[in-house]
């Protein structure tokens, strides 16, 4: 998690604004304070922090009523909000709860809780953000940083580069709909064959394209399970015509009808064990040159680098 996280304190106490704004700084956060509501949404629009922590009882504005005029903004949807509170009845809870508020802390404050409660919201909300919509699956910051944790750590690993052959066709004629149950049963898959690695991770990268970070010695065994289900699964997702002759027609990028071979997969493993893997860049590089090999062999295939420096 970023350490250096801004966070909007609004406090119309001066004593509890210090001591809690102390705390935070102490943990590693940027602290914004702000004394009354009025004072805490001009500096949430002009600092745009992170994390917002507003005391129940503000002049001017209420915390509650700075909820109802942040999330009314399209840039604060998502924006975690802790208030900051001596009241603890169930009506003012549910009240916030139908404000979208997200956590409540009870003065007085104690330290340890308060930044627990903060880093839980902050690591929660850079989750939610970084996910696929679809797949519920990490997206490409969380795919990065897992990336370069491997490399940092010195050891024998591999990156699974996993691209569907023929989906934009697929797409064209069946449907986003039908597309879409593709991309889930897809990702569904390359989770069940990453399980063979305790400690391994999949991420979507976007579109019709996926990766798992794994153990050197796991990779070719999921590549080989998931072409292997990828050959099992593709079928299923064809009407009957289709099935049966074992190809479809659908609209080329030059808008002409074109036969296109059912769906499958293509698998560029990037690895390690002969030659240092030291950036992100390089590992998306080389990955997106095996896959391209995997994909000019009909059907399912994946390709492992064997190449030295």
């Known amino acids: 998690m970023n350490t250096q996280a801004k966070i909007l304190l609004a406090d119309d106490n001066p004593a509890i604004r210090d001591l809690v704004s102390e705390i935070l700084t102490d943990a590693g956060f940027a602290v914004v304070t702000a004394e009354d509501g009025r004072d805490a949404l001009e500096k949430i629009y002009k600092e745009n922090p992170d994390l917002l922590i507003l005391d129940y009882e503000m002049p001017y504005k209420t915390g509650f009523e700075v909820v109802e005029e942040v999330r009314r903004h399209t840039g604060y949807l998502h924006t975690p909000i802790i208030i900051f509170t001596a009241v603890t009845d169930k009506d003012t809870k549910l009240k916030g709860l139908g404000?979208?508020?997200?956590?409540?802390?009870?003065?007085?404050?104690?330290a340890e809780e308060v930044v627990a409660r903060v880093k839980l919201l902050l690591k929660r909300n850079k989750q939610k953000m970084d996910c696929n919509p679809l797949t519920r699956l990490p997206g490409n910051p969380s795919i990065q940083a897992r990336i370069e944790q491997e490399i940092e750590r010195q050891?024998?690993?591999?990156?699974?580069?996993?691209?569907?052959?023929?989906?934009?066709?697929?797409?064209?004629?069946?449907?986003?709909?039908?597309?879409?149950?593709?991309?889930?049963?897809?990702?569904?898959?390359?989770?069940?064959a990453a399980q063979t690695d305790v400690n391994s991770f999949v991420g979507h990268i976007g579109g019709d394209d996926f990766i798992i970070v794994c153990n050197l010695q796991s990779a070719e065994e999921i590549a080989q399970q998931i072409v292997h289900e990828m050959n099992q699964l593709s079928p299923a997702f064809y009407n009957d015509s289709d099935r049966t002759q074992g190809f479809m027609m659908s609209t080329n990028?030059?808008?002409?009808?074109?036969?296109?071979?059912?769906?499958?997969?293509?698998?560029?493993?990037?690895?390690?064990?002969?030659?240092?893997l030291t950036s992100y860049a390089q590992v998306s590089t080389i990955g997106t040159e095996l896959k391209c090999?995997?994909?000019?062999?009909?059907?399912?295939?994946?390709?492992?680098?064997?190449?030295g420096k």
């Open 293 to 307: 090999l995997a994909k000019q062999h009909d059907g399912s295939y994946y390709a492992l680098d064997r190449r």
């Open 155 to 192: 050891h024998k690993f591999a990156v699974l580069y996993c691209d569907l052959n023929n989906f934009k066709a697929y797409n064209d004629k069946y449907g986003f709909a039908a597309g879409d149950r593709v991309l889930l049963a897809t990702a569904r898959m390359l989770i069940t």
């Open 99 to 110: 404000l979208d508020i997200d956590d409540y802390l009870t003065k007085p404050a104690d």
């Open 253 to 276: 990028r030059k808008g002409q009808q074109e036969k296109f071979n059912l769906l499958s997969i293509g698998i560029g493993i990037v690895h390690n064990s002969i030659r240092p």
